[in-house]
């Protein structure tokens, strides 16, 4: 999975194509200063841990879905003011269809293979492992636990994808967690609270799980669908949170682990920083909107 922020298209993620073929292009251009512009002055948006992020070389971000995927825009357009690098993010399959628009933005198809010969050319790959099933987790009672991971299928089997792909790299390679404070919030779906608030996200969870696998794959790519239309901008509000990107230090692959264990070092990095920074795991607009407004009277 990874960022609606974010793109598909094998054309323009071959490993031949640099970070700044792209960013000197006027559509990236215009793409980093608009979403930066946005991000400062509706969220304040700071980026802690930045020098956690290479100046060279390839590195590994890994985060966690929000239900709209809007702060991705800031992330990606910081890394590229800021450091000067283009993030390759590993898109879900699903999104394919977009490609003639996102395979000028660097985006790739979510291949291990391809993720591992973008960061042996010295990429930045970004990957979001949690995919639809995270996604729905996070709309769920209206956002309790929307800063939890969830990297398993929706058959049960673990997401260690990404992990697979650190390990190809070699003992020594830095996965970096990157978790966006109030990035949830920086959104408001009138649909999905409706929808949450009647109970229908449960019953309609229950009975995606406990159909037949047929029937259980016609509701999840119905369910996905439904979500990717909905979360549309059209469909929600913009709320002016506080956003801080954290950029967690390197989780750093070990000599012999397996993917499994990496998998569970990484998902507690994140949660190290959700804990830390935020305190929290469910949504809470008050607290997004309380800290901006804190900033902004610091600030006069």
């Not at 598909?8 to 700044?20: A, F, I, N």
């Not at 020594?172 to 779906?189: A, D, I, K, S, T």
């Amino acid at each position: 999975s990874a960022l609606n922020w974010f793109c598909v298209c094998t054309l323009s993620s071959k490993s031949g194509v640099q970070d700044e073929d792209i960013a000197r292009t006027w559509y990236y251009w215009l793409f980093t200063r608009l979403s930066m512009a946005w991000g400062r002055y509706v969220h304040g948006l700071t980026v802690k841990g930045e020098q956690n992020v290479p100046q060279s070389g390839p590195a590994l971000i890994i985060g966690i879905h929000t239900t709209h995927n809007t702060e991705l825009y800031l992330g990606l357009s910081y890394i590229c003011q800021v450091k000067k690098r283009v993030v390759r993010p590993m898109l879900h399959f699903a999104a394919e269809f977009l490609s003639p628009i996102t395979n000028r933005f660097g985006g790739a198809p979510g291949s291990k293979e391809l993720a591992v010969e973008l960061l042996r050319a010295g990429h930045v790959v970004g990957i979001i492992p949690g995919g639809l099933e995270e996604t729905f987790l996070h709309l769920t009672n209206n956002g309790a636990d929307c800063y939890s991971p969830l990297w398993e299928s929706k058959d049960g089997v673990p997401r260690c994808g990404f992990a697979r792909v650190a390990l190809a790299m070699g003992a020594g390679f830095r996965v970096l967690p990157c978790v966006f404070q109030n990035g949830e919030e920086m959104r408001w779906n009138v649909l999905f609270s409706v929808w949450s608030w009647l109970g229908l996200d449960v019953v309609y969870g229950r009975l995606t799980r406990r159909s037949p696998r047929p029937l259980r794959s016609a509701l999840y790519w119905i369910g996905l669908y439904t979500w990717s239309v909905l979360s549309l901008p059209l469909f929600s509000f913009t709320v002016p949170v506080k956003v801080t990107c954290h950029v967690g230090e390197a989780v750093a692959v070990r000599e012999g682990e397996t993917a499994e264990e990496l998998r569970e070092r990484v998902r507690a990095a994140l949660l190290a920083i959700v804990h830390t920074t935020q305190r929290r795991t469910h949504r809470s607009f008050w607290d997004g909107i309380h800290q901006r407004w804190r900033e902004l009277n610091c600030s006069l």
